[in-house]
């Protein structure tokens, strides 16, 4: 996320805030939040649809067979579901420290110097956050293509919503990563690590977004 903007965000979480508030606050010329932030709640909120579609199916007689399978899927994506929450503040909390560090004084070689070492610092955490979001939204997909062909079938489209918010997430987040990997020091990991994880990030979730979208289809009739 690279925004010039300077106006302070509000310190509230963004998990606690009305969803009018949350989408006025996204809505705003404020750096904070931003489309990394975005990118996790799409994916919190894919993980929540993922739980719902377990808890639709456990106790129903005509799923008994696929009952272990579904409260595990639903134990994990609940998991996921507050583990991106967690990431979407901190990519907040990370984009502000970039805007904060922008703002350091640079008048004197010294003074230059720590403001360097404050950007590369933040810009590293401003590429990590997002990736970490991107990992973890991907495991949400896989879980989406889970349940989808074993889940209770009213519950079908409510899978395929969570498998494409999922999907959105990987690849809001992907776009957060590329965009400060060219603000990072050459030394940091995830400079050089970080294209091909991306790649590879990309194809897993076009094919699992497939195959879960098919095993909707399917269920859908």
């Known amino acids: 996320m690279v925004n010039t903007s300077t106006d302070s965000p509000d310190e509230t979480e963004l998990a606690l805030l009305p969803v009018s508030e949350l989408t006025a606050r996204l809505s705003s010329s404020a750096p904070v939040p931003g489309g990394g932030s975005a990118a996790a709640i799409a994916g919190s909120m894919g993980a929540a649809l993922v739980a719902m579609v377990a808890n639709l199916t456990v106790g129903r007689a005509e799923y008994a067979e696929a009952e272990p399978l579904a409260q595990e899927i639903g134990r994990e994506a609940m998991l996921l579901r507050d583990r991106l929450m967690e990431l979407a503040q901190r990519d907040s909390e990370a984009y502000d420290a970039v805007v904060r560090a922008r703002r350091l004084p640079k008048e004197s070689d010294d003074e230059r110097a720590r403001?360097?070492?404050?950007?590369?610092?933040?810009?590293?955490?401003?590429a990590t956050v997002p990736m970490e979001t991107a990992r973890t939204a991907r495991q949400v997909l896989a879980l989406a293509a889970r349940i989808a062909p074993i889940g209770n079938r009213n519950a079908a489209s409510d899978a395929g919503v969570a498998a494409q918010l999922a999907s959105a997430a990987v690849r809001g987040a992907i776009l957060n990563v590329r965009i400060n990997l060219p603000y990072l020091p050459a030394d940091a990991e995830i400079a050089s690590s970080g294209?091909?994880?991306?790649?590879?990030?990309?194809?897993?979730?076009?094919?699992?977004?497939?195959?879960?979208?098919?095993?909707?289809?399917?269920?859908?009739?």
């Open 195 to 221: 294209p091909t994880e991306l790649g590879r990030l990309d194809a897993e979730t076009v094919a699992t977004e497939r195959e879960a979208l098919a095993a909707v289809e399917a269920r859908l009739g």
């Open 115 to 126: 403001r360097k070492a404050a950007m590369s610092e933040a810009f590293v955490q401003a």
